[in-house]
């Protein structure tokens, strides 16, 4: 399955990116799609059968799936 997680800045995303290296986890980073909005306008683009694998940090803003026409929704970060 294909995930989209999205960050509130670059770091985050490098981050995050780096995590999925260290796990063993498919990852690249990307252009967020134009369907998902985005703070830093970067996401990761995460291969993946367990969404719960996905690294989350402070700087995690959602996690959508891949789906046929568009992206579901499946985390996002609570609003301080």
């Excluded at 509130?8 to 967020?32: N, Q, T, W």
């Excluded at 291969?47 to 046929?68: G, L, N, V, W, Y």
């Amino acid at each position: 399955m294909i995930f989209i997680a999205t960050f509130y800045s670059h770091f985050g995303a490098m981050r995050c990116k780096k995590e999925c290296d260290k796990a063993g986890i498919s990852a690249r980073l990307m252009p967020v799609p134009r369907m998902l909005s985005s703070s830093c306008g970067t996401c990761v683009r995460i291969e993946s059968e367990d969404a719960e694998r996905i690294p989350r940090t402070e700087e995690s803003e959602q996690i959508a799936a891949e789906e046929a026409g568009g992206y579901r929704i499946l985390w996002k970060a609570e609003e301080s």
